[in-house]
């Protein structure tokens, strides 16, 4: 499939800073005398302005089409890398996370709709699981050049060096992406009373898709605090726990999504759900280092397990028509999730009992399934 091929170079390069810029954004405010509001504001934007644009996005590709849309992240990626490498204060970081944000929403957006519109019922988990590993090596190279260089304290100024290298990834990405991405866009038509019967069953699957990301986000901003809390205090060591859970998101989602094509989207997602429900609840109860290290590797398992699926499913409820716009409103649906979660997980934590945020996600992880397996319809082959 030559269109799938042709985006993996550029997908590898341009998720270099993905990774590593989620860790040094708050160091790298401090250093420019960012305050922590500020630094909180860095992150609402970024959030807020995704969720404004993300049905936009959609939108225009279906009239645009794909390549154009990843062109157009491609391009804000090159200036977002431009202005973290010559940043002096907090407004250089503000105007860098908005044109992220407009990044990001192209990116995610344009790619899922590429993908499903190259993919049949036969491939099409194995193709997206092919599309995230190759961005997870990108982000695995980027954070491990990121962290060689932040932590050598050879370097004056590693900022510099570490943004000057994404930025030579993303110009390179957007080189690979003019000469070699082929457009996808193929006009349908749809009649109207099917588009009724897709629009009733794709927005109760968004639905329950925003309650998922919502019910996933509760423990990410408590995540940290707990592994400092009860495992360990050293930034290195915490960074190494995740290590294996990388390493298998840089080999597995191929051949996951390749079992969700074989044995179905609904089922691989319940029992994904049901494993990460089980895994989840058990971290206050695990208190040693490498205990941990495992239990994150079975974490990661389960989410690799999903995701193919969850993707998939959304293109295959509307039939492939407007691709563009039912993962725009996807990834808003997901989006207002990822906002609400995490202020539910972090007021539980700080002020109601510190294992509770994981123990509330476990349950609710099993509930959502429940209402996954008499609310989703899946097609068959």
Do not use: C
């Amino acid at each position: 499939m030559n269109e799938l091929k042709a985006l993996k170079k550029p997908l590898y390069f341009i998720s270099f800073p993905s990774a590593f810029l989620s860790f040094i954004l708050p160091i790298y405010a401090l250093e420019l005398g960012s305050t922590p509001i500020e630094i909180g504001i860095l992150y609402s934007i970024f959030s807020l302005l995704a969720i404004l644009m993300r049905p936009i996005v959609g939108k225009w590709i279906d009239k645009k089409g794909r390549k154009n849309g990843l062109l157009i992240a491609f391009g804000f990626y090159i200036t977002t890398s431009l202005i973290f490498l010559t940043s002096k204060n907090y407004k250089y970081l503000f105007a860098a996370r908005i044109l992220q944000s407009i990044a990001n929403s192209f990116l995610i957006i344009s790619l899922d709709a590429m993908v499903s519109d190259i993919s049949n019922l036969e491939n099409k988990g194995k193709n997206f699981g092919i599309i995230s590993q190759y961005q997870n090596r990108g982000a695995f190279v980027g954070s491990t050049i990121g962290f060689i260089i932040f932590f050598n304290g050879a370097f004056d100024n590693p900022f510099a060096y570490i943004f000057g290298i994404y930025l030579l990834a993303a110009t390179y990405a957007l080189f690979l992406g003019i000469r070699d991405i082929k457009e996808t866009l193929r006009i349908q038509s749809i009649t109207v009373n099917k588009e009724e019967n897709i629009k009733k069953e794709f927005y109760k699957y968004i639905l329950i898709m925003g309650i998922l990301a919502g019910i996933e986000s509760i423990i990410t901003p408590v995540f940290m605090f707990y592994l400092k809390e009860n495992i360990t205090s050293d930034l290195m060591l915490i960074s190494f726990i995740f290590l294996p859970g990388a390493i298998l998101s840089i080999t597995l989602p191929a051949k996951l999504g390749n079992l969700t094509d074989n044995f179905g989207r609904k089922k691989l997602m319940i029992v994904g759900l049901l494993l990460q429900s089980l895994f989840i609840a058990m971290i206050p109860i695990t208190k040693g280092y490498y205990t941990f290290m495992i239990l994150d590797i079975f974490i990661t398992m389960s989410q690799l397990l999903m995701s193919p699926a969850i993707k998939a499913l959304v293109s295959e409820i509307t039939g492939g028509f407007f691709n563009g716009k039912a993962y725009g409103i996807y990834h808003l649906s997901v989006g207002i999730g990822d906002i609400i979660g995490p202020l539910l997980g972090g007021y539980i934590y700080q002020n109601i009992n510190k294992n509770f945020p994981f123990y509330l996600q476990g349950i609710a992880l099993i509930i959502i399934s429940i209402i996954i397996i008499f609310s989703v319809k899946e097609k068959n082959k």
